[in-house]
């Protein structure tokens, strides 16, 4: 006898497989990776096959079989990634399998969403063509029909009725009597590709980018000593690119595929328009800005082998690519790398796993690497920018003696954008803040507004003319007057994009400004229309959050501005001066991509910092050096792995008590080694009062499996049933 091991797809963390079911003789086809439909007590649940057995523990008649085998799901190889990903970030089964299955699998009693394609196509048949020469009788629009047919071989329903006005009965009448023969046929859904030119045919590289990308052709090649995960480290111009295409070429020359992931906003026209140029068809992209169809078309021709390069964010490691031969990690060291949401998985971590599974190569290209990387991994440089170019020079503008009242602009960063004005070229300005001003409060009172469900400030928005919580959905209207006193003098303190959009169209009049942040580019398409719009105009300024650092390229830019650099370092993380690091090293190498050169303005409170000071000077080696010691001597990543438990609940009795039974047990599970921080509370958001519990340890499989044991038996507590309680592994 067969049996299926099934995991259900399921959100409920109690429910966990694998059931046993028995294989009836129909469905004889399935394998690890099927979807099925299964009984599951009164419900029936979409289910993956994760196991096939012989025999069940269960006896024979306690089985029951699946009650409809779907298509295909995912193969064997992503079922054991999805399983591993679950293991490795304490999550669910259910969970970790939901990243592998085509896109639009929907979870419990939910039916697939999303289905291939297919129209009715028809062809004339050797009858048709005789009916339509010897004048046999026929309708006018069934001749009509064989006239187009003989003229534009086979075509489609839809287009046959554009065309002469055939409806489906015309089609089928003809069908009937044998004058045409009709098939439903799959049709794609491709995704638009952007109007943006690039070149199909490499250049010539250099030789340092040849070099790189002999060592990764050697790798693939499997040559002995030849390193299978790589860090490319090249400042920003220095052809990264370009060595990740020549890599992927050579990939797909030995029959291999390939998966290259870029950050979320680095999917960028700009980016996809030259991978497409280059790979053409064996080219495939995943990303969230497809419609759920053509999500699922890309996806199923990577699947059927169609296409064997998949491009898209973090999710994309999961792409069903046949025989992986490399990974491509773009701009290793962001952020968005991480997904939030449970399975809280690092991508980067994925795609180290599963190129080893694979044997596949690695590699992990930056200008700002992160210092795990740059601690794990050997190096390939890129020293020098493609154009020969120097790095832009570098202005710390120290805000500390400044008055406030000035303006969140400093005199010299005005000079300089004046400078650019007068020479007619480009300036990019960063403010890592949208929405016109983070604060309101009242000048008679001192009312301050803030957000009824977080603690925290709301932030005015004047283009809207509201009120917003960016952590919640909290929108009001902005007021005339005090809600307390009827006060109509309100002062809004501090800038956001929206201001220093005002403020830079006011006094570099008649310079077009654009505004590049989450607010101007929520429409489809808008993020590609103001870039666009940015690269075509003569002299301009573009404004924008850290969506201005990355994904382009635009050679007229002669000078970036960072306001309020240090507002990163700011936050409680062992990351911020990493993060810090990036953002302003980033920015500066947006400046001076042409041959009039380049200048970069950081305005800060911090101008001593670490980060900032290195990143001014273009210094990676010399701010991770520094980094990896203080990690060291604090005991953290890549010194030690940490994992965070999260709670959170309306009730603050009731997650206080939660916190502190998930502590005191975690204590007793946890290695020996290891050390619990907290609880702490964390500021409320969504009307919800947080707490977080924080591990730092260096036995990470006895860390999770700590957590998880505590965690499953406190969620299955019924006391604790609004009580949400998560864990993030390797948090950021
Ligand atoms: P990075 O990814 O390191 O920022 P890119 O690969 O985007 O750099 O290269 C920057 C620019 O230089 C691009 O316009 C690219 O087409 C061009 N480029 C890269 N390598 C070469 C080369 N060997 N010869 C000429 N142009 C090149
Ligand atoms: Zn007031
Ligand atoms: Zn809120």
Redesign the pocket.
Known sequence: MAILKVEPLTTARALRGPFDYRRPEAMEGLEVGSLVRVPFGPRRLLGVVVGLAESSQLAPERLAEPVEALEAGASAELVELGLWVAREYCSTPSRGLSLVLPPGTGTGRAARTVRAKTELRAEITPAGEAALEGGERLGVKQRAVLEALVEGGETSAPRLSAAVGAALPTLRRLAERGLIATREAGVRRAPAAPGLAA?AEP????PE?RDAVDALVAALDGEAGAPREQLLH??????????YLAAVEAALARGRGAIVLVPEIGLAPQAVA?FRARLGDRFAVLHSALSDGERFDEWQRLRSGEASVCVGPRSAIFAPVHDLGLVVI?EEHDPSYKQEGDPTYDARAVARHRARERGAVLVA?T?TPRPETWLELPRLE?PRR??GLRMPPVNIVDMREVDPRSGPLHADTWTALEEVRAAGQKAIVMINRRGFAPWLTCRSCGHHWSCPNCDVSLIVHRESGRLVCHHCAHVERAPRACPVCSSTTLARAGAGTERIEELVRERLAPMPVFRLDSDTTAQRGAHARILAEFGEAPSAVLVGTQMVAKGH?FPEVTLSAILDADATLRFPDFRAEERTFAMVAQLA?RSGRGEAGGEVMVQTLAPGAASIEHAAAHDSPGFLAGELERRRMLRYPPYSHLLRVNLASPAEEKVDAAAAGIAAELRTRLPAESELLGPAPMFRVRGRHRRRILVKAQDRAGTVAAARATVERHVADRALKDVSIGVDVDPQ
């Not at 250049?203 to 250099?206: H, I, N, S, V, Y």
């Not at 090249?234 to 060595?243: A, N």
Request: aromatic share 0%.
């Open positions: 070149a250049p010539r590289l250099l980018q090249g400042v920003t111009g220095s052809g990264k690119t370009e060595v030259r773009d290209g200008a890129l493609v154009d390229d190498g």
